[in-house]
């Protein structure tokens, strides 16, 4: 699809494409709020598998806060800038 824009752009007429901006640093509130997110994740993870005492009440349920909480993480990872 961004092919099929830059051809059409190119039949247009000439494209500058301004080098600036490839080397920008990233935003940091972006950075900051992807980390707020996610542990806002693992919070959330915390509160539906362990029990009052922050234990599990099986190994089962042990797992899925584990999966839960890498889950959380590969969010993390796949959306910081």
């Known amino acids: 699809m961004l092919g099929l824009v830059e051809f059409y752009s190119a039949k247009t007429?000439?494209?500058?494409?301004?080098?600036g901006e490839k080397f920008?640093?990233?935003q940091s509130?972006?950075?900051?709020?992807v980390i707020q997110v996610s542990e806002n994740m693992k919070s959330q993870c915390d509160i539906e598998f362990?029990?009052?005492?922050?234990?599990?009440?099986?190994?089962k349920?042990?797992?899925?806060?584990?999966n839960c909480i890498n889950e959380a993480e590969k969010w993390k990872?796949?959306?910081?800038?």
């Open 24 to 26: 920008e640093a990233p």
């Open 13 to 19: 007429g000439v494209k500058n494409y301004d080098e």
């Open 77 to 81: 990872i796949e959306h910081l800038p």
């Open 61 to 66: 349920i042990e797992i899925d806060w584990f």
């Open 29 to 33: 509130g972006l950075t900051q709020k």
């Open 50 to 59: 362990k029990n009052e005492s922050e234990e599990f009440d099986s190994d």
